[in-house]
């Protein structure tokens, strides 16, 4: 695979993926001294700032508390605005409550945000790296899930058939960017 550089995926972060961990440290960077405000959530992500309130007020994310918004609550925003390439919000919303129960309260979770985004950003390298099929994505999915701890029974599935989902979404996401450069070029 090369070294080129590539957008962390749902941000406006640039980075080279060469190496598993890379979202857990820009994002360990990026986090170290504390939350986001608003516009910082925004030149990250490439959302307007009226469109993470309205995701605020939908109840899809809880809150900042002060005005910061955790790494937790980045990766959820970071999340819905990457899948949103493939999915209607209805969908998002009904995948994330799948795993994650209430989506504006954090204390009922089978993962966090952060955790489920890094998970995802790794296996996404993996594919990349080694031109995995994507009939062998429920196969690498568990292999790389397998540090997981279940905080109850049956949350370890839920988290594979979300992170299968999420990976098809990448991959119907890239294939209709493909088919519209086709388009254009008619």
């Given at each position: 695979?090369?070294n080129?550089?590539?957008f962390l995926?749902g941000?406006?972060?640039?980075?080279?993926?060469?190496?598993?961990?890379?979202?857990?440290g820009v994002?360990?960077?990026?986090?170290?001294?504390?939350?986001?405000?608003?516009?910082q959530?925004?030149?990250?992500?490439?959302?307007?700032?009226?469109?993470?309130?309205?995701w605020?007020?939908?109840?899809?994310?809880?809150?900042?508390?002060?005005k910061?918004?955790?790494?937790?609550?980045?990766?959820?925003v970071?999340i819905?605005?990457?899948?949103k390439?493939?999915l209607?919000?209805?969908k998002?919303?009904?995948l994330?409550?799948?795993?994650?129960?209430?989506?504006?309260d954090?204390?009922?979770?089978l993962?966090d945000?952060?955790?489920?985004?890094?998970?995802y950003?790794d296996?996404l390298?993996?594919?990349?790296?080694?031109?995995?099929?994507?009939?062998?994505?429920?196969?690498?999915v568990?292999?790389?899930?397998?540090?997981?701890?279940?905080?109850?029974e049956?949350?370890r599935?839920?988290?594979?058939?979300?992170?299968?989902?999420?990976?098809?979404?990448?991959?119907?996401?890239?294939?209709?960017?493909?088919?519209?450069e086709?388009?254009?070029?008619?």
């Amino acid at each position: 695979m090369e070294n080129t550089k590539i957008f962390l995926p749902g941000t406006t972060i640039e980075v080279t993926l060469d190496k598993k961990g890379i979202s857990n440290g820009v994002l360990s960077n990026i986090f170290m001294t504390g939350g986001l405000v608003l516009s910082q959530m925004s030149q990250l992500t490439g959302l307007e700032p009226y469109i993470i309130q309205n995701w605020i007020k939908r109840g899809f994310l809880s809150p900042p508390v002060r005005k910061q918004y955790s790494r937790r609550q980045f990766c959820r925003v970071v999340i819905i605005n990457m899948l949103k390439e493939s999915l209607q919000l209805e969908k998002i919303v009904s995948l994330l409550t799948y795993i994650n129960g209430q989506l504006d309260d954090e204390s009922d979770d089978l993962i966090d945000d952060s955790k489920l985004y890094d998970y995802y950003v790794d296996l996404l390298f993996r594919i990349e790296s080694e031109a995995v099929e994507t009939k062998d994505y429920g196969k690498i999915v568990t292999e790389e899930v397998k540090d997981y701890t279940e905080p109850k029974e049956g949350s370890r599935e839920r988290l594979e058939k979300v992170l299968v989902i999420m990976l098809y979404a990448h991959y119907a996401a890239r294939m209709m960017k493909k088919a519209e450069e086709l388009l254009t070029a008619l």
